[in-house]
């Protein structure tokens, strides 16, 4: 006779166990981590470039890289003044904890006060897979559309914060900012948004302003 | 999407699951996955195919319950399904609303064999 047992279980338990474990390291560090998520060529790599400029001499930045093969990204950062590792997901659509514990063993937490960990180029993937980062912010950039808050809803739910780059490049594409804005309102109500271009460096302050103010309010708890 | 990874867990659990009760094979899995959990069916149970064989998990059978998201607007207590280009209340026009269901994506049970 066959037997039904109860489960009951969250498919990704396992993963978010270890992102659990993750997230300590960095608390008992007194390192903030951010995720940051978006589609290939949103800009996420040039905002790690551009904030790890501006926050030089400010913040201890460290990076940890994903993507399916090359270390372009991570040596982009370093060049910026980070200190990067790279992970090869050989293919992966995303970056799990298992993963991230991994890259963890290559950095100096001790040496740092922020570390930016760069998602594999995916507006899917990324969003079901907890690394154990503090916040999660969505790159979105301009020429993507304006639909795909409606497109990538489990995507735009999850995130704490969506950066939108690339608003240089408001006037020669067509851009209806207040529909895109009105999708996010109902599935992320009250996120922060943060409009800025990493080319012209308009609007970059009000992100940097809002990073510097996390890592700061995060060491003030966990002194 | 990451059905590779999601399958590989599903099995874990549904082992885990089994041994405990020291169960001699498992026939029949049941999923639950929400709309919004962007999970593809047929995909899994390629995976599945594959890695059940040579576990007491072979063969067993992928039941896929599907959960279409339902939001529940805030403003005037109605539950509704989205449309496409249109997240906001069909009823009042409201934006602040929670989502009911949709978002599932866990093992609910197993069937076993002693």
Redesign the interface.
Known sequence: ???????????????DRLAFENQSRFDAAKVFAINMMASPGAGKTSLIEQTVKALEGRLRIGMINGDIATSFDADRAQAAGATAVQINTGG???L?AVMVQSALSQLDLGALDLVIIENVGNL??PA??KLGTHKSVLVASIPEGD?KP?KY??MY?GVNVVVINKIDLLPYVPFRMDFFK??I???N?GVAQFELSCRSGEGLSGWLAWLEGQVKEFRKIKK | MHELAVTESLLEIAIRHAQAQNARCITDLYLVLGQWSSIVDDSVQFYWDILSDGTIAKGATLHFRRVPVLLTCQNCGKDYQPASQEFACPNCGGTHVQVKTGDEFHLEAIDVEE
């Open positions: 006779m066959p037997q039904r047992i109860p489960v009951v279980e969250k498919i990704l338990s396992a993963n992966d659509c995303h799990d899917v993937c079901d897979f639909d409606y809803p489990g739910r009105k999708g309102e109902v599935l109500p």
